[in-house]
């Protein structure tokens, strides 16, 4: 089933440079990335302000979704289409409770217990990880694996997208073990072309 989740970048922008992650934002929103995720934690208010600005900018006219990390305020004062919410943020059901229809609330998840929850209160997509061992994710311990995945996505009826060390070859295998899509950084932000990946993502989906 094709959704609106297929293919999540995350971005990091002190991995990037902050001059060059609108570019590689605009890149991917032609290459046809569903969803950006704004996720830059320590930017104060302003400037966080200011780059989701740039972001709604670089994915206009196309069918790309911008959507914040934690902060539901820039959010929705910014029209964007989504908050991504962490096992720190504000709880799914107070953002499902104060955010408009239409407006998406994603939940990170790490174990079959924190998904049910999340849906239960509300969460419209959940990004489930460290599914493969990846540098980003040594805190929450060893890797989830495609078991884990596949109990995961066969128990919640909202789309769960795979996290963590995806690289093409592994998005097959995500997709197979009940995936609706793959969230990344690296693999997003260092692709030489992402025209290429995006096309090689599609292929691995079919």
């Known amino acids: 089933m094709i959704t609106p989740f297929d293919f999540y970048f995350i971005t990091d922008r002190k991995a990037l440079g902050l001059g060059e992650l609108l570019p590689r934002i605009a890149a991917a929103a032609r290459a046809g990335v569903n969803v950006v995720q704004i996720r830059e934690k320590d930017l104060p208010a302003?400037?966080?302000v200011e780059l989701t600005r740039g972001a709604?900018?670089?994915a206009r006219g196309t069918a790309t979704r911008i959507i914040v990390n934690?902060?539901?305020d820039v959010a929705l004062g910014l029209g964007a289409a989504g908050v991504h919410l962490g096992r720190e943020s504000l709880p799914?059901?107070?953002a499902r409770r104060i955010a408009p229809a239409g407006f998406w609330v994603g939940a990170s998840c790490h174990s079959l217990e924190e998904a049910l929850e999340a849906e239960t209160e509300g969460a419209d997509y959940l990004l489930l990880g460290p599914i493969y061992s990846t540098p980003s994710k040594v805190r929450f311990g060893p890797p989830l694996g495609l078991e884990k995945l596949r109990e995961v996505a066969g128990r919640v009826r909202i789309p769960v997208?795979?996290?963590g060390g995806l690289t093409v070859e592994r998005?097959?295998?995500c997709r197979a073990a009940g995936a609706a899509g793959i969230a990344a950084i690296r693999l997003f932000q260092e692709a030489t072309s992402l025209e290429e990946l995006v096309r090689g993502l599609r292929a691995a989906f079919s």
């Open 171 to 173: 998005a097959r295998e």
């Open 161 to 163: 997208l795979a996290l």
């Open 92 to 94: 799914v059901r107070e």
């Open 56 to 58: 709604l900018e670089a």
């Open 46 to 48: 302003r400037g966080l």
């Open 70 to 72: 934690d902060r539901l």
